[in-house]
């Protein structure tokens, strides 16, 4: 840890005590019983105390001032641990550094027993984590509203190179920082009937379940502002059948309440069945529905007349997933305050605005008008009426918010947003011209752009203590809360002095991960090895298969040449795969499997090493990123909505191998076109790419490297006892291989032996990098937040 100062707040000997003091009475143990979990809850308890006052501070004033708050609903909110994070934004790792000193404790062992919060899959999820600090940073009242997931995403492990998945047990502990909010509750009804009353009706559930509040208080750098994450857990609205139980129906009388938990148990249950997927409409609808009421509640408390509402609420939809909340709005203005129908849904557009993720079309959510009749019966009358309202407005529209029995959570979330967001300005540029074009066209000034960021807070700070301290060293401290600031270290760059230090901090870096690997995973690596890193979700847009299939070329090569002075590699993967998604599973079973042949390979594993660690999540990304070389950012591009790992990687002073997709664009253009090693076709390439005859096979056909790799996996070179293991691969690759892997594989290929030339000159791959880290604070997601501010929420920071 690095010995901050701070200049206010407790001595050190103070803080100690108030850990003590939650040892013995909070956690009601004494010193010489107490396991590594008391002391970390007692620590987080203590770094909590100084939260608190900031947090009701800040209520009080956004409710002195009337502020407008921002509400952000996401299904994930993929906040990783707090602990670490918390000391950081309040300064105070003197404090607790030295308080477990004094305690005869290692700080690091007792940081790293907080669990992942596993609430999130991927950037989708990581971004409203990095959004919820930025907003508490700027001192924007603002409340994120998710599920509290018993389980969160599974757990991930090998067994003979195969992902099994295992539920994440984040909360069988206790959980020090979240408050539990019995008196916050709402009933969530599905399904009954609707009885209509003019243009009105009444909605009477079938069923009904209690959404119970609990929060977490949000704190922002330096401990300025504290805003709210309030998460939904589901629970029955009768707990326990007593009748039941008494007539000795003991398994029957609980389960009520086992039913109502479901809703909440787990992210992303496997909607490949028909009941999965009435789980996960359940789910979008549960913590929507919760959220709205509760932003009504507060405006309502605040004594505004509705119309207002747009004054005084800006809600965010993270996707389509709460996109419910059209309807949703609409109903409870309409159906249930008497507002005019019209009005309701000039009010609801007035508050909403929606941020797309994803082009894929397979990705846009629609939901079966049957599923949602039966669930969500009033909603679907409601999606009628403002379909056929757009219809009024735009008589030639072709496109409409229902179709062959299905309703369309994009276009719905469109026509119901006052703003739509991409997250790159590729990605936005591809919303208007593809997924919502005619939308587009008939609504023009909808769609903004909104690069995604990430904040400096955990990436830089909290995960890089050596890069950051020499940043500050050399430019003072003002980069954390302005990280446009990191500019001012281009004319260094030049220096001979701070070169050395900033290669020292990578390699420092590079050898405690070495370390790592070998202690948590068995792995022996090089640290003087190029670290070449993917970690992201596994998906065949993100082409591992690609990166996969470049290393067994490479192999093949190493072996036949092995004296022709290759780099060193050590290839590491992370991600996981959606449990339904079996394409995905193979490429982490092919990866897992070249892995076991290469490295035990004498001849060339001096040369290239190829890791996959198994549950990769945020915890893991701090590890890896600071001690990455490489950043493989090599989707067919038009299909990565932005990328946020690009940035992390960037700023940590990684060098990019990547197409020209998603925000890889503007970090190119930012950090300079000879700072990164671009290959690959353009999305317009892409495009007509696809329209070729046979253009994988002809690729295939023209590139010999890439015919000898494929060949090797079909002949079992990995797969010895099954050598049609992975035929499914080879057959897509090299027959329909709608993301190109095939056609960008020569390039890729190219580009990798920069690469090796590149890193065989550390002296320029340094300046390189550290211009990468100089270059890289635009991507602060301070930026982007003000930008949202500006463009889609209209409101303001309360802080000075
Ligand atoms: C990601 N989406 C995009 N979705 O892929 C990435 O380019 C972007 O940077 C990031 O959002 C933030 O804008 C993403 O993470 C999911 O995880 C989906 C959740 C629902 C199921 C399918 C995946």
Same mark, same amino acid.
């Given at each position: 840890?690095?010995?901050?100062?701070?200049?206010?707040?407790?001595?050190?000997?103070?803080?100690?005590?108030?850990?003590?003091?939650?040892?013995?009475?909070?956690?009601?143990?004494? %010193?010489?019983?107490?396991?590594?979990?008391?002391?970390?809850?007692?620590?987080?308890?203590?770094?909590?105390?100084?939260?608190?006052?900031?947090?009701?501070?800040?209520?009080?004033?956004?409710?002195?001032?009337?502020?407008?708050?921002?509400?952000?609903?996401?299904?994930?909110?993929?906040?990783?641990?707090?602990?670490?994070?918390?000391?950081?934004?309040?300064?105070?790792? #003197?404090?607790?550094?030295?308080?477990?000193?004094?305690?005869?404790?290692?700080?690091?062992?007792?940081?790293?027993?907080?669990?992942?919060?596993?609430?999130?899959?991927?950037?989708?999820?990581?971004?409203?984590?990095?959004?919820?600090?930025?907003?508490?940073?700027?001192?924007?009242?603002?409340?994120?509203?998710?599920?509290?997931?018993?389980?969160?995403?599974?757990?991930?492990?090998?067994?003979?190179?195969?992902?099994?998945?295992?539920?994440?047990?984040?909360?069988?502990?206790?959980?020090?920082?979240?408050?539990?909010?019995?008196?916050?509750?709402?009933?969530?009804?599905?399904?009954?009937?609707?009885?209509?009353?003019?243009?009105?009706?009444?909605?009477?559930?079938?069923?009904?379940?209690?959404?119970?509040?609990?929060?977490?208080?949000?704190?922002?750098?330096?401990?300025?502002?504290?805003?709210?994450?309030?998460?939904?857990?589901?629970?029955?609205?009768?707990?326990?059948?007593?009748?039941?139980?008494?007539?000795?129906?003991?398994?029957?009388?609980?389960?009520?309440?086992?039913?109502?938990?479901?809703?909440?148990? %787990?992210?992303?249950?496997?909607?490949?069945?028909?009941?999965?997927?009435?789980?996960?409409?359940?789910?979008?609808?549960?913590?929507?529905?919760?959220?709205?009421?509760?932003? !009504?509640?507060?405006?309502?408390?605040?004594?505004?007349?509705?119309?207002?509402?747009?004054?005084?609420?800006?809600?965010?939809?993270?996707?389509?997933? @709460?996109?419910?909340?059209?309807? #949703?709005?609409?109903?409870?203005?309409?159906?249930?305050?008497?507002?005019?129908?019209?009005?309701?849904?000039?009010?609801?557009?007035?508050?909403?605005?929606?941020?797309?993720?994803?082009?894929?079309?397979?990705?846009?959510?629609?939901?079966?008008?049957?599923?949602?009749?039966?669930?969500?019966?009033?909603?679907?009358?409601?999606?009628?009426?403002?379909?056929?309202?757009?219809?009024?407005?735009?008589?030639?529209?072709?496109?409409?918010?229902?179709?062959?029995?299905?309703?369309?959570?994009?276009?719905?979330?469109?026509?119901?947003?006052?703003?739509?967001?991409?997250?790159?300005?590729?990605?936005?540029?591809?919303?208007?011209?593809?997924?919502?074009?005619?939308?587009?066209?008939?609504? @023009?000034?909808?769609?903004?752009?909104?690069?995604?960021? %990430?904040? $400096?807070?955990?990436?830089?700070?909290?995960?890089? $203590?050596?890069?950051?301290?020499?940043?500050?060293?050399?430019?003072?401290?003002?980069?954390?809360?302005?990280?446009?600031?990191?500019?001012?270290?281009?004319?260094?760059?030049?220096?001979?002095?701070?070169?050395?230090?900033?290669?020292?901090?990578?390699?420092?870096?590079?050898?405690?991960?070495?370390?790592?690997?070998?202690?948590?995973?068995?792995?022996?690596?090089?640290?003087?090895? !190029?670290?070449? %890193?993917?970690?992201?979700?596994?998906?065949?847009?993100?082409?591992?298969?690609?990166?996969?299939?470049?290393?067994?070329?490479?192999?093949?090569?190493?072996?036949?040449?092995?004296?022709?002075?290759?780099?060193?590699?050590?290839?590491?993967?992370?991600?996981?795969?959606? @449990?339904?998604?079996?394409?995905?599973?193979?490429?982490?079973?092919?990866?897992?499997?070249?892995?076991?042949?290469?490295?035990?390979?004498?001849?060339?594993?001096?040369?290239?090493?190829?890791?996959?660690? @198994?549950?990769?999540?945020?915890?893991?990304? #701090?590890?890896?990123?600071?001690?990455?070389?490489?950043?493989?950012?090599?989707?067919?591009?038009?299909?990565?909505?932005?990328?946020?790992?690009?940035?992390?990687?960037?700023?940590?002073?990684?060098?990019?191998?990547?197409?020209?997709?998603?925000?890889?664009?503007?970090?190119?253009?930012?950090?300079?076109?000879?700072?990164?090693?671009?290959?690959?076709?353009?999305?317009?390439?892409?495009?007509?790419?696809?329209?070729?005859?046979?253009?994988?096979?002809?690729?295939?056909?023209?590139?010999?490297?890439?015919?000898?790799?494929?060949?090797?996996?079909?002949?079992?070179?990995?797969?010895?006892?099954?050598?049609?293991?992975?035929?499914?691969?080879?057959?897509?690759?090299?027959?329909?291989?709608?993301?190109?892997?095939?056609?960008?594989?020569?390039?890729?290929?190219?580009?990798?032996? #920069?690469?090796?030339?590149?890193?065989?000159?550390?002296?320029?791959?340094?300046?390189?990098?550290?211009?990468?880290?100089?270059?890289?604070?635009?991507?602060?997601?301070?930026?982007?937040?003000?930008?949202?501010?500006?463009?889609?929420?209209?409101?303001?920071?309360?802080?000075?």
């Amino acid at each position: 840890m690095p010995s901050e100062n701070t200049t206010s707040g407790p001595t050190n000997a103070g803080f100690r005590d108030a850990v003590l003091r939650h040892l013995t009475y909070t956690l009601g143990k004494d %010193v010489s019983h107490a396991t590594v979990y008391d002391w970390r809850m007692a620590l987080s308890f203590a770094v909590r105390d100084r939260v608190i006052d900031r947090w009701f501070a800040a209520t009080r004033e956004s409710y002195d001032k009337g502020a407008k708050r921002v509400y952000y609903l996401s299904m994930e909110f993929l906040i990783g641990r707090l602990l670490q994070d918390a000391i950081v934004n309040l300064r105070l790792e #003197e404090q607790a550094f030295s308080a477990m000193q004094d305690l005869g404790l290692d700080f690091d062992t007792v940081v790293h027993d907080e669990p992942d919060a596993a609430l999130g899959n991927g950037g989708l999820g990581r971004l409203a984590a990095c959004f919820l600090d930025s907003l508490s940073t700027l001192g924007v009242p603002a409340y994120g509203y998710g599920i509290r997931y018993e389980h969160g995403l599974f757990r991930q492990s090998f067994v003979d190179g195969r992902q099994m998945e295992a539920p994440e047990t984040w909360l069988q502990q206790r959980n020090a920082w979240e408050f539990e909010r019995p008196e916050a509750a709402f009933n969530i009804g599905f399904g009954g009937s609707v009885s209509e009353t003019g243009t009105q009706a009444v909605w009477t559930p079938g069923e009904g379940i209690v959404a119970q509040a609990y929060d977490t208080p949000i704190i922002g750098w330096q401990g300025a502002w504290a805003n709210t994450l309030r998460l939904w857990a589901a629970k029955p609205v009768q707990l326990f059948d007593l009748d039941r139980f008494n007539r000795g129906e003991f398994a029957a009388a609980a389960e009520p309440e086992a039913l109502a938990r479901t809703i909440s148990r %787990v992210l992303y249950p496997d909607d490949t069945t028909e009941i999965g997927k009435e789980l996960r409409l359940k789910q979008e609808y549960f913590f929507t529905a919760a959220s709205l009421r509760d932003i !009504l509640r507060r405006f309502e408390s605040e004594g505004h007349s509705l119309e207002m509402l747009p004054k005084k609420a800006a809600i965010q939809l993270n996707d389509t997933h @709460p996109a419910i909340a059209g309807p #949703e709005l609409v109903r409870l203005l309409h159906d249930e305050r008497g507002i005019a129908f019209d009005d309701a849904v000039e009010i609801a557009c007035g508050c909403l605005s929606y941020t797309n993720h994803t082009l894929l079309p397979e990705a846009l959510e629609r939901w079966s008008e049957g599923l949602m009749s039966r669930l969500l019966p009033r909603h679907v009358a409601l999606i009628e009426r403002i379909d056929a309202a757009h219809a009024a407005k735009h008589p030639h529209r072709k496109v409409t918010l229902m179709e062959h029995g299905e309703i369309k959570m994009g276009e719905l979330s469109f026509v119901m947003a006052h703003k739509v967001n991409g997250v790159s300005a590729l990605h936005t540029d591809l919303m208007k011209t593809t997924v919502f074009k005619e939308l587009h066209g008939l609504y @023009p000034d909808r769609i903004v752009n909104q690069t995604n960021g %990430v904040t $400096p807070r955990r990436w830089m700070l909290s995960c890089n $203590p050596r890069l950051s301290g020499l940043i500050t060293e050399t430019i003072g401290d003002g980069w954390v809360g302005d990280l446009e600031k990191l500019s001012g270290l281009e004319k260094s760059v030049g220096d001979a002095g701070f070169m050395e230090a900033y290669g020292k901090a990578k390699r420092d870096n590079k050898v405690q991960l070495s370390n790592w690997l070998q202690s948590a995973h068995g792995v022996k690596t090089d640290p003087d090895a !190029l670290f070449d %890193v993917q970690i992201k979700r596994i998906h065949e847009y993100k082409r591992q298969h690609l990166n996969i299939l470049e290393a067994i070329a490479l192999w093949q090569e190493i072996r036949e040449n092995p004296n022709a002075g290759w780099t060193p590699r050590v290839k590491i993967f992370g991600g996981k795969a959606a @449990p339904g998604y079996f394409f995905a599973k193979d490429i982490i079973h092919l990866i897992n499997d070249v892995a076991k042949v290469l490295n035990s390979d004498p001849v060339t594993s001096p040369f290239l090493q190829i890791v996959f660690l @198994p549950n990769y999540n945020v915890t893991m990304a #701090e590890r890896l990123i600071p001690a990455s070389d490489l950043s493989e950012q090599i989707s067919t591009a038009g299909k990565e909505a932005s990328g946020t790992g690009n940035m992390k990687l960037t700023l940590n002073g990684a060098l990019t191998i990547g197409t020209l997709d998603g925000a890889n664009v503007e970090i190119r253009d930012r950090v300079g076109a000879e700072n990164f090693f671009l290959f690959g076709m353009t999305a317009d390439e892409a495009e007509a790419r696809r329209e070729v005859a046979d253009h994988a096979a002809k690729a295939v056909k023209a590139d010999a490297r890439l015919a000898r790799a494929l060949k090797a996996i079909s002949d079992g070179a990995f797969s010895a006892k099954e050598r049609g293991r992975y035929k499914g691969i080879v057959e897509n690759v090299s027959g329909p291989d709608y993301f190109l892997v095939a056609s960008d594989f020569a390039d890729y290929w190219q580009a990798q032996r #920069e690469v090796d030339t590149a890193f065989a000159n550390p002296q320029d791959w340094m300046r390189a990098a550290a211009l990468n880290t100089a270059r890289a604070g635009w991507f602060s997601s301070d930026r982007t937040i003000r930008g949202y501010l500006a463009d889609i929420w209209h409101a303001e920071s309360l802080l000075g």
